[in-house]
């Protein structure tokens, strides 16, 4: 079974522009949540889907959203992009939305914003 | 609101001695899940070992053991007979038990030592 994949895996862009970042989960789960890897803070909670819906959200400002597509694919934006936002995005997933169920994280993309 | 702090930001250790990794935790909640992840230098992080808060028993997989201390709100995790493919950051997260959301350590940065 494909594990979970991430598309870019890296990304330049330049301040100001947006990006469009993808999550692909493994196959037959439903629950996608993405997180931001910085090395200055650490691994902070960005947002979990589940069955197209946005279930919980992390403390980051409205630039950042998402959405999660019917076949569980979900997608992240960042609009407006600030240097600060140069991070490793990761996205997991898991069968569904509990603490029971184990989340598989993919590779990540790596986005520099210049 | 939950904290996960791990105070060794760097560790190294002898190929097939043991080393033990160090996390402490705060939350006011009772029914949680704790687990240790890794990400090795390829970036894919992976579920080393989880434990329920409500069990007393120590987690084991393989060669990964923890030491959980409830009332201390400590999660420490013993790797034996370390290995070169061991280095990797080592995250230590803490889960309630009714979301999905990590709340991850700063990390610890393995090397074995050949």
């Known amino acids: 079974k494909a594990g979970v994949t991430q598309t870019p895996r890296y990304l330049i862009k330049t301040r100001g522009q947006q990006v469009t970042l993808s999550c692909s989960p493994i196959?037959?789960?439903?629950?996608v949540s993405w997180y931001q890897q910085t090395p200055g803070q650490g691994l902070q909670f960005l947002f979990e889907y589940f069955s197209e819906t946005q279930r919980n959200k992390g403390n980051f400002p409205g630039r950042f959203s998402g959405r999660q597509f019917s076949n569980s694919r979900s997608e992240m934006n960042v609009s407006t992009l600030e240097l600060g936002d140069s991070a490793l995005y990761l996205c997991?997933?898991?069968?569904?939305?509990?603490?029971?169920?184990?989340?598989?994280f993919g590779p990540g993309t790596r986005l520099t914003v210049l | 609101a939950q904290t996960v702090t791990q105070s060794q930001p760097e560790m190294s250790v002898q190929e097939a001695e043991t080393v033990t990794l160090s996390c402490t935790y705060d939350t006011s909640e009772s029914n949680y899940y704790l687990f240790w992840y890794k990400q090795p230098p390829s970036r894919q992080m992976i579920l080393v070992i989880r434990?329920?808060?409500?069990?007393?028993q120590n987690a084991t997989e393989n060669r990964f053991s923890v030491n959980f201390q409830k009332a201390a709100k400590s999660f420490s995790l013993k790797i034996s007979d370390s290995q070169l493919g061991d280095t990797a950051m080592y995250f230590c997260a803490f889960m309630l038990n009714t979301g999905n959301q990590f709340y991850f350590g700063t990390g610890t940065s393995l090397t074995v030592i050949p």
């Open positions: 997991a997933s898991s069968l569904y939305p509990t603490s029971t169920d184990t989340q598989y």
């Open positions: 196959s037959g789960h439903r629950s």
């Open positions: 434990q329920e808060a409500y069990k007393q």
